[in-house]
C-alpha cells in the first residue's frame, strides 16, 4: 500500500474486495495534486484506483477541450467514475449586477457541461453560484439571490440536455457570501427551481459556519445527491477534529446514497495553492489518499452507508 499508512486506518493485509460492502462510491478530488487535467495525472488514477476508490473528481483549469477527452478515455479504460468540480471567477459572475457578465457566467457554466461530457461524467459540484473570493462588504441581497437562481436554471436546462447534474455548494464565508449555510444553499436550490440543480454538503465548510450537521442535512434531506468528506484542516479525513461520528451517523439517517467524494489540499498545484490560501503541507498526498480511504471504508461499516 502507498504512502506510508498508519496501522489505525491501514488495509491490514485486506484488498478492496474485503470491505464491507458499501452502498456509496469513494471518489477522490484530484485538486490534492493538480487544477488542470492532463496525462500527468494518468498515475495518479492509476495508484487511486489500486488504493480501491471509485473515482476521481476533476477540476476545470485546462481551458481546452482534448485533454479533458483524453483522460476520459482513461479513466474509462481502467474501470474509475468521474466527477467534475468547477468555480467561477469575477468576469462572469452569476450575481453580478451587469447582465452582460451574468450571460458569461451562464456560458462558462455551459462550458463546464461540455467539457462534463467530454470526460464522462454526470455531476458537476463546487460553489459556482457566485464569484469565488469576490465580496460586496456586506450581506448577500434577494437580487443576487434572484441572478444567480435565473443563471442556474439556465444551467440546469443546458446541462439537463445530457443527464448532467449542477451539485451547488455552501462555502466557508471567507471564500464567499451569498451561500455560506446550507440554509441559504437550501433557498437558492428552491428559487432555482431545476431537477438538474441540486444541493451538495461539505464537511469542512459545515465546520466552520453549521450550528449542527444533523439538523443541516435534513434541510436538504430529498435532493442531497453529492458529499466531499473534507478535515477540518483539508488534511486527512479522521486525523483532525471535525466530529465524523456526528457526519456519517447524519448521513445514514437520511439512507444518503451519493459520492463519498475526499477533498484535501497541498502546494503541489502552486497556482492553485495560492488561490485558495494553502500556505503549508498538511500531510503528504498519499497519505491522505490511503488513510483518508481506510477511515472512510471504516466509518461506512459502522454506520452502514
Not at 483522460?71 to 467514475?81: R, T
Not at 457566485?130 to 446541462?159: I, M, T
Not at 484535501?264 to 502552486?270: E, K
Request: net charge neutral; hydrophobic share 35%.
Amino acid at each position: 500500500m502507498p504512502g506510508g499508512v498508519t496501522p489505525e486506518y491501514a488495509h491490514q493485509g485486506k484488498g478492496p474486495d474485503e470491505y464491507y460492502k458499501a452502498k456509496n462510491k469513494v471518489g477522490f478530488n484530484l485538486l490534492l495534486w493538480s487544477a488542470v487535467v492532463s496525462e500527468k495525472m494518468n498515475p495518479i488514477a492509476l495508484r487511486l484506483k489500486e488504493i480501491g476508490y471509485d473515482g476521481v473528481e476533476v477540476a476545470t483549469g485546462e481551458l481546452s477541450s482534448s485533454p479533458y477527452l483524453e483522460y476520459g478515455k482513461f479513466l474509462k479504460s481502467i474501470g474509475l467514475e468521474v466527477s467534475m468540480v468547477m468555480a467561477v471567477g469575477r468576469e462572469e459572475d452569476p450575481i453580478h449586477e451587469l447582465q452582460t457578465i451574468r450571460d458569461k457566467a451562464l456560458e462558462k457554466l455551459k462550458w463546464g457541461v461540455d467539457r462534463a461530457n467530454d470526460l464522462g461524467a454526470k455531476i458537476i459540484c463546487g460553489p459556482f453560484h457566485s464569484a469565488f473570493a469576490n465580496f460586496r462588504k456586506r450581506p448577500p441581497s434577494e437580487d443576487e439571490y434572484k441572478w444567480s437562481a435565473e443563471v442556474l436554471h439556465k444551467a440546469g436546462e443546458y446541462a439537463a440536455q445530457s443527464n448532467v447534474v449542477f451539485m451547488a455548494e455552501a462555502i466557508n464565508r471567507f471564500e464567499c457570501y451569498l451561500c455560506n449555510t446550507i440554509t441559504q444553499l437550501a433557498k437558492l436550490i428552491k428559487m432555482t427551481d431545476h431537477p438538474n440543480v441540486k444541493p451538495m454538503f461539505d464537511s469542512h465548510h459545515a465546520n466552520i459556519e453549521e450550528k449542527n450537521i444533523k439538523d443541516t442535512v435534513q434541510l436538504i434531506k430529498d435532493s442531497l445527491s453529492h458529499v466531499h468528506i473534507s478535515e477540518n484542516d483539508r488534511g486527512t479525513p479522521g486525523d483532525g477534529h471535525i466530529h465524523w461520528d456526528n457526519v456519517f451517523s447524519s448521513l445514514a439517517s437520511l439512507n444518503y446514497r451519493g459520492w463519498l467524494t475526499i477533498e484535501a489540499f497541498s502546494r503541489n498545484d502552486v497556482n492553485f495553492a495560492n488561490s485558495i490560501n494553502v500556505w503549508r503541507e498538511y500531510n503528504k498526498p498519499w497519505d491522505i489518499a490511503a488513510n483518508g480511504f481506510a477511515f472512510i471504508k471504516k466509518m461506512q461499516t459502522k454506520y452502514q452507508l
